[in-house]
């Protein structure tokens, strides 16, 4: 039986990486609001893209080995984005101010908890039912945030299908 194909791996090499691009500078939107907020010059903001998907690049196997090595940290990546979200959230509804100092203590916290977490049974016996009732409240969450997602992605999703048309389309010549 035949696997079907991806449409990334029909478009061969070139719309990989294409792809890949695109997604790095997605994902790079916070370097691109923190360059703005140091400086209105383009260049700037463009050496600040630039260095945030360098860095990411670097970074990344770094990570994965520290994964490999600690393989709860996975799953603390998710509370941490989370734990962040808490703090933006907190300060834009209650004008009170996280310090930086704060936010630190409070990753180095979680991710310290959640490495002790993953290396003590008993520790994880008595959290279970804590951890299970997380899970059952987290699940309506994650399907809300995933639609809504895919209803703003939607548009851009549209968008590269026509481009992707254009681009296939034979030039008369």
Not at 66 to 89: D, K, R, S
Not at 103 to 110: D, E, S, W
């Amino acid at each position: 039986m035949m696997e079907q194909m991806t449409p990334l791996r029909r478009e061969g090499f070139w719309a990989t990486v294409i792809a890949i691009e695109i997604m790095d500078l997605s994902l790079s939107v916070d370097n691109v609001v923190a360059a703005v907020a140091f400086s209105p010059k383009l260049w700037v903001v463009c050496t600040g893209v630039f260095i945030g998907i360098l860095a990411l690049r670097f970074v990344a196997g770094f990570c994965i080995k520290l994964i490999e090595q600690f393989p709860i940290l996975e799953h603390t990546a998710f509370l941490l984005i989370g734990y962040v979200g808490v703090v933006l959230v907190v300060e834009l509804t209650t004008h009170v101010e996280v310090t930086a100092v704060q936010k630190f203590i409070g990753i180095l916290l979680i991710t310290f908890l959640t490495i002790v977490y993953s290396k003590s049974a008993g520790l994880q016996k008595v959290l279970q039912p804590i951890m299970k009732g997380m899970v059952w409240l987290m699940r309506p969450v994650a399907f809300l945030i995933g639609l809504l997602l895919k209803i703003m992605i939607w548009p851009f999703k549209m968008l590269m299908q026509v481009l992707i048309r254009q681009f296939k389309k034979p030039q008369n010549a």
